[in-house]
């Protein structure tokens, strides 16, 4: 029995240093892929910090998180009662646009947008949404046979680029930064404007509800406090969504530092966190660490070396880009700590950095 128990303690010590990280945390966080785009991709950490000052906590694109926390009736109400700028006109159709019952067309000094219920089998129905003077754009929103909620199209009258924003309303922040939108069927969706084009923050749908447990569907209407902080209600219960820049708050997040290196050119830190994963930041030089970060990446991947023995590679994948931290520990040369960095799997910049951490 002894001998039994020795050698499946061997086995059980053998498994690898990320299989362990993804075992021992699939219940906390899972990335979740849209199907609608390629480039999207977030994370939902149900995790709470240890000052538990929040009900949930929603990871979005690489820039943001989102904070949900419950605030009292009376707040809901009176946030309802504040008066907002409608920024989406359905007054106003700019001379670009031309509208029938079954068709639009919209002008461009690029291209020419057009659709017709009678060329598309899958559409179902098209109607003019409004126009966003500060953005110089047009809202055309289609519904399809095969998609349950409207798929709001985006159009900028000076150069042609098209946005769908999916829901049933779009609701803008005071300050144009962020589009809110409800579907019933979906849940919500997020979106960040920048330099007057449209990216997507949070999606929620069916899965993710199943998923966590919170009916994202059933909040309706949403009504702006301030630029980044909206109220919204289920019915039940009344909610405050913050959101929240991830490099104001990384420092809630962390619990141990694994690599704090530096070159001539930026720092970097590589973390552990509370939920367990890890995380990447990097500050472009002459900043320092105290500073807020130039670039947070999450959820990186740690895969045990064979080149140089017992180190860890620490793995971030951020869009085209591919961060690679070596900690090569078993070696005294120059490669002790490199930093590797791919652009569509080609390598572009192989470099070593000095540990800060050994300088203490």
């Not at 419950?70 to 946030?79: N, V």
């Not at 199943?210 to 009916?215: A, G, S, V």
């Not at 209600?233 to 820049?245: A, M």
């Not at 500050?283 to 959820?299: C, E, F, H, I, M």
């Amino acid at each position: 029995m002894k001998f039994t128990t020795i050698i499946l303690n061997i086995l059980l010590l053998s498994i690898s240093f990320k299989e362990y990280r993804i075992f021992n945390n699939i219940k906390d966080s899972h990335e979740i892929k849209s199907k609608t785009s390629l480039y999207y991709k977030q994370t939902v950490n149900t995790i709470k910090p240890n000052n538990k000052n929040f009900d949930l906590l929603i990871r979005g694109n690489e820039n943001y998180d989102i904070i949900l926390t419950t605030i009292k009736k009376e707040d809901y109400e009176k946030a309802k009662q504040i008066q907002t700028t409608q920024l989406l006109d359905k007054t106003t159709i700019p001379s670009q646009v031309n509208l029938t019952e079954s068709c639009y067309t919209v002008e461009t000094p690029i291209k020419i947008e057009k659709a017709c219920l009678d060329g598309d089998d899958e559409l179902l129905n098209i109607f003019y949404s409004g126009f966003i003077k500060k953005l110089n754009s047009c809202v055309i929103s289609e519904q399809w046979f095969e998609v349950p909620t409207l798929s709001n199209k985006v159009i900028n009258l000076d150069n042609g680029a098209i946005t769908y924003v999916d829901g049933d309303e779009l609701i803008f922040s005071p300050n144009l930064k962020f589009i809110y939108s409800p579907s019933f069927v979906e849940g919500i969706s997020l979106y960040q404007i920048m330099d007057k084009k449209i990216y997507p923050i949070l999606k929620t749908d069916w899965e993710i509800e199943e998923k966590y447990k919170f009916d994202f569907s059933s909040f309706g209407k949403a009504y702006w406090v301030s630029n980044s902080s909206f109220y919204a209600s289920n019915g039940k219960e009344y909610y405050k969504f913050k959101i929240q820049d991830k490099r104001i708050t990384y420092n809630n997040e962390f619990e141990k530092n694994i690599v704090k290196a530096e070159n001539k050119k930026f720092i970097i830190k590589v973390d552990r966190l509370k939920d367990g994963t890890i995380r990447y930041m990097s500050w472009n030089k002459p900043k320092t660490a105290n500073d807020r970060p130039s670039l947070v990446l999450y959820n990186g991947e740690v895969e045990q070396q064979t080149k140089y023995g017992s180190g860890f590679d620490y793995r971030f994948q951020n869009g085209e880009y591919l961060y690679v931290i070596e900690n090569n520990v078993e070696t005294t040369s120059s490669k002790r700590l490199m930093l590797r960095l791919y652009k569509n799997y080609n390598e572009i910049l192989y470099t070593s950095l000095t540990d800060l951490n050994k300088k203490k």
